[in-house]
């Protein structure tokens, strides 16, 4: 693969040409090589880590976490169990967002459940919302 400028880049990685400008000025991918004219060069392992970070954002994972995966990954004298121990806390993460997006859902559904649904302005959900009626 001959290298891309940004736009080809961005189509083959799946990641926006804006998000890689990004990450490239935030240090999460390394610099990419410049033409005399100043366009950016993808080579394929560029954009190789393009759909890596794409993917590690998909699984949740902050941009910090993701600095720590990517070092591991270039790193080829990592252990095994530091990339584990960062699924795992990933993992435990996004089960304790499921509880509480879960708790949030049956909030609403007790909200709905009180709530006639006719054309009277009495709306217990938004009373709910508000904390109760005033002067509680």
Known sequence: MTALTIGPAARASG???????????????????????????????????????????????????????????????RASADVKALALEQADLLRGRIADLQAMADTLETLAARCEGGARPDCPILEGLAGGSPGD
């Open 15 to 77: 990641v926006s040409a804006k998000r890689i400008r990004h990450y490239e000025a935030i240090g999460l991918l390394r610099p990419a090589g410049r033409t005399e004219a100043g366009y950016r060069l993808y080579a394929a392992a560029d954009v190789h880590e393009l759909r890596f970070i794409a993917r590690a954002r998909a699984l949740g994972f902050s941009i910090a976490k993701i600095a720590e995966l990517l070092d591991l990954w270039r790193n080829r004298s």
